[in-house]
């Protein structure tokens, strides 16, 4: 039996897609021959430049899952969860331009976020904070291979065999566990072939890949589904679940404007908290090049995130509208077949495409959900693998005295069997894991373990001197408990009590009105557990001793300004407060032009925003005039999409040229290994 009588795919699309993972392969052997030492393998020896940062930390960041998340979203909001998304933007501006958290992170060259905590608080809390990092990573990841893989089969059409267990009646689908194994096997082989170097430079030529397709889908899908079929089809949506006027989504049940004001506080106290990309976060030449790829994310992302709610947007046409009703009826019946209803809404846009693309385009887009997917594996592997040994294993050791350091050659072979352990865990929790809410909840609450207190802890420990390993304690234990609580809540306990006490108190009515689902979502556990943690923080510190930090040393200022073979971290000391929003010495002539192109692009979208949110007050718009609104985003984003393609293409080549140039002549220090020595402590001892 071949390949080709076992998926829906044509000659031409097979060929696509090893032409394009070929392409990647090459590039991932590529890289072996510069990965010489522990910082090499963990931070790319902090080499990158800003381009290559944007686009290859870009791609890392919008791996297959999180497109099925967002379709998941986009299926069931329509355009309006991209409205109140706008809310976001002047954060994001704001949090750029200014360098929030990134410009001082860099600056303490930490290679992991555990590795600042033991600098800036103690070697112990460094222990407890990394497993609990590397746990709530492992959780979260677990279910990827999962999603991914159930996406590569639904929209390739392959059979499906199920096998179940003897003695304990658990079936597992074998389909499910060679796909996975497939996907998992690809991004161990690239990996481990360069650390950082290979995971970067794959992720970069795959996100320029993928920015090429986006485009080329767009007009397809544009094409398949004309723009006036999609607006009416939109406008039959019922009362309270608009798809096209964000100011009647009250109805729907999870992504209503509640959803997105939670979303706005947890960018901000999450931010860079989150450590599956954390080799990203140290791998900039200098932190003005870290500051400038944030600045420059948001033109990034653009083409991509005008392909995803359209895809979703066009699935719902498709199982609505009476446009391509062949595709629909096998789109319903596959659908039937899945059985279980949660996996069947995360597959419902990728088993609808399909049923309508066209040969070509069908290889073109299961390439670029490979890519996605071997991008975001290899970047998580690599950041959970790494945080494992950097973070717990190796601290651990050393409490024991220094003589226990690991050598670069064991800690080179300990990183590398830590990141095949990564995914040995992750194919096994994808085959016995029930999901039971949507992905993107899911995201939240499994992260909250960590970021629940973690986030409170980062911004104490920058920006706060006051901040104590007391605060520090308290708010991971606050935030972690209440993020796995609201885990077991949600999934195990409220699944499987709330029909036993149905079925046993049948004349109690409060207990038979219990609802399905549990009140709270993945998302707003998560806020419930931030708000506690950063409670938690400032009393731990203020009933605690000062610990009278000295930040210039801490963050390298002044006289403990770090010197470098090439100067790179020589640099003006930056401004603060507000001026930290304005020109400072780093910014060439180019800089200060991204930065006004970066401002007017965001407050254009935001001041027609608040114009519009204003309006309403007065005069309700109308279906058509939302319809009008979205298409005039959809052109002026595509525009802007194309042109920055092209300036992503040539910056982020010119960048990865230099890198391989800093690799080839750098002096390596086989001590710089992410160990925190005895005078680069600057809280307690412990």
Same mark, same amino acid.
């Given at each position: 039996?071949?390949?080709?009588?076992?998926?829906?795919?044509?000659?031409?699309? %097979? @060929?696509?897609?090893?032409?394009?993972?070929?392409?990647?392969?090459?590039?991932?052997?590529?890289?072996?021959?510069?990965?010489?030492?522990?910082?090499?393998?963990?931070?790319?020896?902090?080499?990158?430049?800003?381009?290559?940062?944007?686009?290859?930390?870009?791609?890392?960041?919008?791996?297959?899952?999180?497109?099925?998340?967002?379709?998941?979203?986009?299926?069931?909001?329509?355009?309006?969860?991209?409205?109140?998304?706008?809310?976001?933007?002047?954060? @994001?501006?704001?949090?750029?331009?200014?360098?929030?958290?990134?410009?001082?992170?860099?600056? !303490?060259?930490?290679? !992991?976020?555990?590795?600042?905590?033991?600098?800036?608080?103690?070697?112990?809390?460094?222990?407890?904070?990394?497993?609990?990092? =590397?746990?709530?990573?492992?959780?979260?990841?677990?279910?990827?291979?999962?999603?991914?893989?159930?996406? %590569?089969?639904?929209?390739?059409?392959?059979?499906?065999?199920?096998?179940?267990?003897?003695?304990?009646?658990?079936?597992?689908?074998?389909?499910?566990?060679?796909?996975?194994?497939?996907?998992?096997?690809?991004?161990?082989?690239?990996?481990?072939?360069?650390?950082?170097?290979?995971?970067?430079?794959?992720?970069?030529?795959?996100?320029?890949?993928?920015?090429?397709?986006?485009?080329?889908?767009?007009?397809?899908?544009?094409?398949?589904?004309? =723009?006036?079929?999609?607006?009416?089809?939109?406008?039959?949506?019922?009362?309270?679940?608009?798809?096209?006027?964000?100011?009647?989504?009250?109805?729907?049940?999870?992504?209503?404007?509640?959803?997105?004001?939670?979303?706005?506080?947890?960018?901000?106290?999450?931010?860079?908290?989150?450590?599956?990309?954390?080799?990203?976060?140290?791998?900039?030449?200098?932190?003005?090049?870290?500051?400038?790829?944030?600045?420059?994310?948001?033109? #990034?992302?653009?083409?991509?995130?005008?392909?995803?709610?359209?895809?979703? $947007?066009?699935?719902?046409?498709?199982?609505?509208?009476?446009?391509?009703?062949?595709?629909?009826?096998?789109?319903?019946?596959?659908?039937?077949?899945?059985?279980?209803?949660?996996?069947?809404?995360?597959?419902?846009?990728?088993?609808?495409?399909?049923?309508?693309?066209?040969?070509?385009?069908?290889?073109?887009?299961?390439?670029?959900?490979?890519?996605?997917? $071997?991008?975001?594996?290899?970047?998580?592997?690599?950041?959970?693998?790494?945080?494992?040994?950097?973070?717990?294993?190796?601290?651990?050791?050393?409490?024991?005295?220094?003589?226990?350091?690991?050598?670069?050659? #064991?800690?080179?072979?300990?990183?590398?069997?830590?990141?095949?352990?990564?995914?040995?865990?992750?194919?096994?929790?994808?085959?016995?894991?029930?999901?039971?809410?949507?992905?993107?909840?899911?995201?939240?609450? !499994?992260?909250?373990?960590?970021?629940?207190?973690?986030?409170?802890?980062?911004?104490?420990?920058?920006?706060?001197?006051?901040?104590?390993?007391?605060?520090?304690?308290?708010?991971?234990?606050?935030?972690?408990?209440?993020?796995?609580?609201?885990? &077991?809540?949600?999934?195990? $306990?409220?699944?499987?009590?709330?029909?036993?006490?149905?079925?046993?108190?049948?004349?109690?009515?409060?207990?038979?009105?219990?609802?399905?689902?549990?009140?709270?979502?993945?998302?707003?556990?998560?806020?419930?557990?931030?708000?506690?943690?950063?409670?938690?923080?400032?009393?731990?510190?203020?009933?605690?001793?000062?610990?009278?930090?000295?930040?210039?040393?801490?963050?390298?200022?002044?006289?403990?300004?770090?010197?470098?073979?090439?100067?790179?971290?020589?640099?003006?000391?930056?401004?603060?407060?507000?001026?930290?929003?304005?020109?400072?010495?780093?910014?060439?002539?180019?800089?200060?032009?991204?930065?006004?192109?970066?401002?007017?692009?965001?407050?254009?979208?935001?001041?027609?925003?608040?114009? %519009?949110?204003?309006?309403?007050? &007065?005069?309700?718009?109308?279906?058509?005039?939302?319809?009008?609104?979205?298409?005039?985003?959809?052109?002026?984003?595509?525009?802007?999409?194309?042109?920055?393609?092209?300036?992503?293409?040539?910056?982020? &080549?010119?960048?990865?040229?230099?890198?391989?140039?800093?690799?080839?002549?750098?002096?390596?220090?086989?001590?710089?290994?992410?160990?925190?020595?005895?005078?680069?402590?600057?809280?307690?001892?412990?």
């Amino acid at each position: 039996m071949t390949l080709l009588t076992l998926t829906n795919l044509h000659p031409f699309d %097979i @060929g696509l897609i090893i032409v394009l993972l070929g392409m990647v392969a090459g590039f991932a052997l590529h890289t072996r021959r510069y990965t010489k030492s522990v910082a090499d393998f963990l931070s790319a020896n902090r080499c990158a430049g800003r381009y290559l940062l944007t686009i290859a930390g870009g791609m890392a960041g919008i791996g297959a899952i999180s497109i099925v998340a967002m379709w998941e979203q986009f299926y069931q909001a329509g355009f309006t969860a991209q409205f109140w998304g706008t809310l976001l933007a002047p954060l @994001g501006l704001i949090m750029a331009l200014s360098g929030w958290i990134i410009y001082r992170y860099r600056e !303490t060259r930490a290679m !992991t976020l555990a590795q600042f905590l033991e600098m800036r608080y103690s070697r112990r809390f460094r222990v407890f904070s990394g497993a609990l990092c =590397w746990l709530s990573g492992i959780l979260n990841y677990g279910i990827f291979p999962a999603v991914t893989g159930r996406f %590569i089969i639904y929209f390739l059409g392959l059979p499906i065999h199920m096998w179940t267990v003897p003695g304990i009646g658990l079936e597992l689908n074998l389909t499910l566990g060679v796909v996975m194994a497939g996907l998992l096997g690809s991004a161990i082989f690239i990996t481990l072939n360069g650390g950082q170097i290979a995971v970067m430079v794959t992720d970069f030529i795959q996100g320029q890949l993928s920015n090429i397709v986006f485009l080329v889908l767009l007009g397809v899908m544009l094409y398949l589904f004309p =723009w006036s079929v999609i607006v009416e089809t939109l406008m039959q949506a019922p009362p309270g679940e608009s798809k096209l006027n964000p100011f009647d989504t009250g109805s729907l049940p999870d992504f209503n404007p509640w959803f997105y004001f939670i979303i706005m506080f947890l960018s901000i106290y999450n931010y860079m908290v989150w450590q599956g990309s954390q080799g990203y976060n140290s791998s900039a030449i200098n932190p003005h090049e870290a500051k400038m790829a944030n600045i420059l994310a948001q033109f #990034r992302s653009g083409v991509t995130y005008l392909l995803i709610p359209l895809a979703a $947007i066009s699935a719902y046409v498709l199982m609505n509208a009476p446009i391509h009703e062949a595709a629909t009826l096998a789109t319903e019946a596959k659908l039937a077949e899945i059985g279980d209803a949660q996996i069947a809404k995360q597959m419902t846009t990728a088993v609808a495409l399909a049923e309508v693309l066209p040969i070509g385009v069908m290889g073109l887009l299961a390439a670029v959900m490979l890519m996605a997917s $071997i991008s975001t594996d290899t970047t998580y592997l690599h950041s959970w693998g790494s945080i494992f040994v950097q973070d717990v294993y190796s601290p651990i050791r050393q409490l024991r005295g220094k003589e226990h350091r690991l050598s670069p050659e #064991r800690h080179l072979k300990m990183l590398k069997g830590s990141i095949v352990g990564v995914a040995i865990f992750a194919w096994v929790f994808s085959m016995i894991f029930p999901l039971k809410e949507y992905i993107l909840m899911y995201f939240q609450a !499994t992260g909250a373990i960590f970021t629940g207190g973690a986030g409170a802890v980062l911004i104490g420990g920058l920006y706060w001197k006051r901040g104590t390993v007391t605060g520090a304690w308290l708010a991971m234990i606050v935030g972690s408990v209440l993020a796995v609580g609201g885990i &077991f809540m949600i999934n195990f $306990i409220w699944p499987n009590l709330t029909p036993y006490l149905q079925a046993t108190y049948t004349n109690i009515a409060w207990i038979q009105d219990l609802p399905e689902k549990f009140w709270l979502n993945g998302v707003q556990m998560a806020f419930l557990a931030s708000l506690s943690a950063t409670l938690a923080y400032i009393l731990g510190s203020l009933l605690s001793p000062d610990p009278q930090l000295n930040m210039d040393r801490l963050l390298h200022r002044g006289e403990f300004q770090a010197k470098t073979p090439e100067g790179a971290d020589h640099i003006a000391p930056p401004v603060r407060g507000w001026r930290a929003l304005a020109f400072t010495a780093e910014f060439t002539k180019g800089d200060k032009l991204i930065y006004w192109f970066k401002i007017g692009w965001v407050l254009f979208f935001f001041f027609t925003f608040i114009i %519009i949110c204003l309006w309403q007050l &007065f005069y309700k718009w109308p279906d058509s005039w939302w319809a009008n609104w979205w298409l005039f985003k959809l052109v002026f984003t595509g525009v802007i999409g194309v042109i920055t393609t092209v300036w992503f293409l040539i910056g982020g &080549f010119k960048d990865l040229g230099a890198m391989f140039k800093r690799l080839k002549t750098i002096q390596r220090d086989a001590e710089d290994d992410g160990t925190v020595e005895a005078d680069e402590h600057f809280g307690s001892r412990d």
